[in-house]
């Protein structure tokens, strides 16, 4: 039986023989896959245990006994194996009983003792090199099916957003606004969180990646409010920055600048466009207002069964933007001791256009 998770897997293996060893000795036998979000890509495994295998004589699951039985029901046409010592031991003991001898890995993945223990136990003729990228890119060209579940992710996390603008009031707490948007999110079929909710009032709304706490909401306080809902293992990733009560000129400035910087780099988001250039894009508009040095962070990133994937959308990123890529366009404006507005969307590459996945207005609110 074919299945996406097959063709997967058989669209990397006929790639196996064209990845070039570090050293520039041959090409890749096998490709150890450590990363669970990949494993589950090939497979549907979705257990948090594991590292696959893959080589033309087949795919191996190396796994832990609370593994076994949930890997023979959610996988095909894949070898389970239950790991009798450490996770690095079994997975050099089945290299070296398999005859592999050139198994490509990913490095950012591997720790130095991991790789060690590998070396130890499949003996000394396996030649082990760093061989990255192949699976992400394919998980980065998204198919039809992946890019419709991420439509509805994208529009459960609008809908979750747009509730939580309604419990807004002052007196309630960072806190309690985040684990209600948390539990909105489950409410709506969603599985979890893609991160930890962030919502930031007043000053701390300078702080990119603030932390939810016990401070409360104050009269004319900056609100940035990001969140992601994982639904069927795809994510989504949005944000708004909102005021409750009246916005400053200068907070109104500051949000027109964000907003057209965003727009600006959502119409330069094309199939054959660097992420180089979808980040200029941004900088030069906030750079007319005289704002980009308060751009702190990169204008984006990809998304999918993570919510940090390739390609990263920074500046001087030489990557080419191809049809099924997902990626989040964010530009923001951090002023530390006063406040931060960002705005965040996400975005599919389609070969003849682009579509915006979240569709909740972008205007300046006040509530």
């Known amino acids: 039986?074919?299945?996406?998770?097959?063709?997967?897997?058989?669209?990397?293996?006929?790639?196996?023989?064209a990845r070039r060893?570090?050293?520039?000795?041959?090409?890749?036998?096998?490709l150890l896959?450590?990363?669970?979000?990949?494993?589950?890509?090939?497979?549907?495994?979705?257990?948090?245990?594991?590292?696959l295998v893959l080589s033309r004589r087949g795919t191996t699951l190396v796994t832990d006994g609370r593994f076994t039985a949930q890997a023979r029901e959610q996988t095909s046409g894949v070898r389970i194996v239950q790991?009798?010592?450490?996770?690095?031991?079994?997975?050099?003991?089945?290299?070296?009983?398999?005859?592999?001898?050139?198994?490509?890995?990913?490095?950012?993945?591997?720790?130095?003792?991991?790789?060690?223990?590998?070396?130890?136990?499949?003996?000394?003729?396996?030649?082990?090199?760093?061989?990255?990228?192949l699976v992400e890119a394919w998980r980065?060209?998204?198919?039809?099916?992946?890019?419709?579940?991420?439509?509805r992710a994208a529009i459960l996390a609008g809908q979750v957003l747009e509730g939580a603008l309604k419990l807004l009031e002052p007196g309630v707490r960072e806190l309690e606004i985040a684990s209600e948007i948390e539990y909105q999110m489950r409410q709506l079929g969603a599985s979890g969180p893609a991160f930890e909710t962030i919502v930031a009032f007043g000053e701390r709304s300078a702080y990119p990646h603030a932390r939810a706490g016990a401070k409360r909401l104050r009269k004319n306080e900056l609100v940035v409010l990001d969140l992601g809902?994982?639904?069927?293992?795809?994510?989504?990733?949005i944000t708004r920055t909102v005021v409750v009560g009246r916005a400053s000129a200068r907070i109104r400035q500051w949000h027109k600048a964000v907003?057209?910087?965003?727009?600006?780099?959502?119409?330069?988001?094309?199939?054959?466009?660097s992420c180089g250039e979808v980040d200029a894009a941004a900088r030069n508009v906030l750079a007319g207002y005289r704002l980009d040095h308060y751009f702190v962070h990169s204008t984006g990133h990809g998304l999918g069964l993570e919510v940090h994937e390739d390609p990263r959308v920074a500046k001087g990123q030489k990557h080419i933007l191809e049809p099924g890529n997902v990626i989040t366009i964010e530009p923001g404006v951090?002023?530390?001791?006063?406040?931060?507005?960002?705005?965040?969307?996400?975005?599919?590459?389609h070969a003849t256009n682009t579509e915006v996945l979240t569709r909740i207005p972008r205007d300046l609110i006040e509530i």
């Open 259 to 273: 907003l057209e910087a965003e727009g600006a780099a959502i119409e330069a988001v094309k199939a054959g466009v």
């Open 21 to 30: 060893l570090a050293a520039g000795k041959g090409a890749v036998d096998s």
């Open 33 to 51: 896959i450590t990363r669970p979000a990949s494993c589950y890509y090939l497979t549907g495994f979705t257990g948090d245990a594991g590292a």
């Open 83 to 133: 790991q009798r010592r450490s996770l690095p031991a079994a997975i050099g003991e089945f290299v070296r009983a398999a005859g592999l001898r050139k198994v490509g890995f990913d490095a950012s993945h591997i720790t130095v003792a991991q790789l060690g223990a590998m070396r130890k136990a499949a003996g000394g003729r396996v030649q082990w090199t760093a061989s990255e990228g």
């Open 1 to 17: 039986m074919t299945t996406p998770f097959t063709q997967r897997r058989r669209a990397v293996i006929s790639q196996l023989g």
């Open 334 to 349: 951090y002023v530390p001791g006063v406040g931060g507005i960002r705005i965040e969307d996400d975005v599919a590459v």
């Open 140 to 151: 980065g060209r998204k198919d039809s099916q992946e890019l419709a579940t991420m439509r």
């Open 229 to 237: 809902a994982i639904l069927a293992h795809y994510c989504s990733d």
